[in-house]
């Protein structure tokens, strides 16, 4: 199944009540955090200041949160026990663009070639075309692309099927939105410090192949939130203690590194093995990966990974949809 994430975004936020959609501010950039053992204060560009309990940094790979956090612990502990401050490597970028509905939805379409490969997307309104290259060198830089860039780039895979019907030259012609990334990699040593805690990708990256960036995101937020509540459950009088919320966020960091680092290493493999990054990858992609055996394998193993998925373990719920393998988790109020 494949959907536009705004359109994912908005079924969230109008699934909230109204007064809870009143506390989202749009439009803000984070300037500073002061982080205190009787809360957090945070500056605003357009000179607002808000004050709170904690600080959740869910701001993406170049997260603000981040860099301040850095700032803060790396005066207290030095830059080489706590970690860099761009954590970040990539070894491939990605030429992304969408357009209009040119294949019927529902489908999954790779093109595979040394260090370079294509995946092609669609869903009911729009189709998605990710074009894929190995660099010669990994890199930590970020810098701007202009139009002839993104066409030179695309013009290496001009030749290649996007799908049976379709050339990415065909696709690319449509475009109605286009960009090039670099895809970074890695995870950060640190998770948290003091009031202020990491989600998604402010704190992990991995290559979008095999589609774990999100997921690991949101498994970061609901660990995280499952904790929290219980804290503020247990003890709602007193008020929320520094050292209660720093056993939340070590459990947190500890619970979910594990799983990240595996699907860090998973998306990692998958993404080379499309661009046959050494004869190892290319003899599995060329003549392990089509077998039936090989893909009801895969199918079985993401099956089960996917199954245990966490939720949020104080929202009543129900499972609309039941499938051959059952969630390991339910909502509650679940059947």
Not at 229 to 240: F, I, T, Y
Request: with cysteine; aromatic share 12%; glycine share 6%.
């Amino acid at each position: 199944m494949t959907f536009h994430r705004a359109d994912f975004m908005k079924v969230l936020y109008y699934g909230l009540c109204k007064d809870a959609r009143l506390k989202i501010l749009t439009s803000k950039t984070v300037t500073n955090i002061e982080s205190q053992d009787s809360g957090v204060t945070v500056d605003c560009s357009d000179e607002t200041v808000y004050k709170g309990s904690i600080v959740i940094g869910a701001d993406g790979t170049n997260s603000v949160t981040r860099k301040l956090m850095h700032g803060i612990a790396t005066k207290d502990v030095p830059e080489s026990l706590w970690g860099p401050l761009m954590p970040y490597k990539s070894e491939f970028v990605c030429l992304w663009c969408t357009c209009p509905p040119m294949i019927e939805p529902g489908h999954y379409f790779e093109t595979q070639h040394r260090g370079l490969s294509v995946i092609t997307l669609t869903g009911k309104q729009r189709n998605w075309l990710l074009l894929f290259e190995k660099k010669s060198e990994a890199s930590r830089s970020r810098q701007k692309t202009s139009d002839d860039e993104l066409q030179q780039f695309a013009a290496r895979f001009f030749s290649f099927p996007a799908c049976p019907q379709f050339t990415v030259e065909d696709m690319f012609a449509r475009r109605i939105t286009a960009g090039l990334t670099r895809l970074d990699e890695g995870m950060t040593k640190h998770w948290f410090y003091g009031r202020m805690v990491l989600v998604g990708d402010a704190c992990h990256k991995m290559t979008p192949n095999a589609g774990f960036g999100f997921n690991n995101g949101v498994q970061d937020a609901v660990v995280l939130c499952n904790g929290l509540k219980k804290l503020v459950l247990e003890d709602s009088s007193a008020g929320v203690q520094p050292d209660q919320l720093r056993d939340v966020f070590a459990q947190y960091e500890a619970s979910r590194q594990e799983q990240v680092r595996r699907d860090l290493s998973f998306s990692a493999h998958f993404t080379r093995i499309q661009a046959w990054d050494n004869w190892i990858y290319y003899l599995f992609a060329r003549w392990i990966r089509p077998l039936k055996i090989a893909q009801r394998w895969s199918a079985e193993k993401i099956s089960h990974h996917f199954s245990k998925a966490r939720v949020l373990n104080y929202v009543p719920a129900k499972d609309p949809f039941h499938g051959l393998l059952p969630w390991q988790n339910s909502s509650m109020g679940a059947s």
